[in-house]
């Protein structure tokens, strides 16, 4: 019919003639396909679109491109890295899980000690155990008095100053990897030492300044960066276990 209106079209024939986003043209499926024909990498430009396609089946005979199987093969992409992060967030899981309740462990040991000799043997010899570590310490600056040095063992002497330059600033702790062992802090287990943490310990305004350094042959157990306030909650506790062995005040 020539009545001025345009012929709908057959009903076989779905989408064939879908208006384009500003409504004025008319794409019909063989305008589409010679597009793709003239554009072949029109859906590698575009990958989102294999979301909302429908793909062909597998027997449409030669020459059919198998989308169906590229999207499969997208999702089980998707998948299997979608699995590999949730076993990456269990793994982290069970380590915290495990460091916390060493630290638990270690803390409650400390609150046994039945003497202040009793508690600086304890972190050097069952923390060393309960936090699998190879080396522990109690690092102290020696007074600028000229005090008498601790003969206590698992207690360092450190010149004034040193805790400073190991923290620097107001750093509550520091974390080395890859590292070796620094003999004014660990002594003679200074040679397995491969990483380390240095915490500070505040005991008191009256006393000098000190530091707990922990150190593993491990070169990455402890790194820059980690979290480390489990760590820093274990230093706290064994400045008040030492201050009220020693009947010391509180810092200010």
């Given at each position: 019919m020539t009545n001025g209106k345009r012929n709908d079209p057959p009903a076989s024939d779905p989408g064939a003639n879908?208006?384009?986003?500003?409504?004025?043209?008319?794409?019909?499926d063989t305008a589409v396909a010679d597009y793709l024909r003239r554009h072949p990498d029109f859906l590698a430009r575009h990958p989102d679109l294999l979301d909302v396609l429908e793909a062909p089946a597998r027997d449409h005979g030669e020459g059919v491109v198998d989308l169906q199987q590229f999207m499969m093969d997208r999702l089980r992409g998707e998948i299997t890295r979608l699995r590999e992060?949730?076993?990456?967030?269990?793994?982290?899981?069970?380590?915290?899980?495990?460091?916390?309740?060493?630290?638990?462990?270690?803390m409650l040991t400390l609150l046994a000690a039945r003497s202040f000799e009793h508690l600086i043997e304890t972190v050097a010899t069952d923390l060393l155990v309960i936090l699998d570590l190879d080396a522990i310490t109690i690092c102290v600056e020696q007074p600028?008095?000229?005090?008498?040095p601790s003969r206590l063992r698992g207690v360092h002497q450190l010149q004034p100053g040193t805790v400073e330059a190991f923290l620097g600033g107001q750093r509550q702790c520091v974390f080395l990897a890859d590292?070796?062992?620094?003999?004014?802090?660990?002594?003679?287990?200074?040679?397995?030492?491969?990483?380390?943490?240095?915490?500070?310990?505040?005991?008191s305004d009256a006393t000098p300044?000190?530091?707990?350094?922990?150190?593993?042959?491990?070169?990455?157990?402890?790194?820059?960066?980690?979290?480390?306030?489990?760590?820093?909650?274990?230093?706290?506790?064994l400045e008040?276990?030492?201050?009220l062995w020693l009947d010391l005040p509180a810092p200010q």
């Open positions: 879908e208006p384009a986003a500003g409504g004025d043209t008319t794409l019909t992060s949730r076993d990456d967030l269990v793994h982290t899981s069970r380590i915290n899980m495990n460091a916390q309740a060493r630290v638990h462990q270690a600028h008095d000229g005090g008498v590292v070796i062992g620094e003999p004014e802090l660990f002594g003679e287990a200074a040679g397995l030492v491969r990483s380390a943490a240095l915490l500070r310990l505040h005991i300044p000190a530091l707990l350094a922990l150190g593993s042959r491990a070169p990455d157990q402890f790194e820059p960066g980690q979290g480390g306030d489990l760590l820093s909650f274990l230093a706290r506790a008040r276990t030492i201050r």
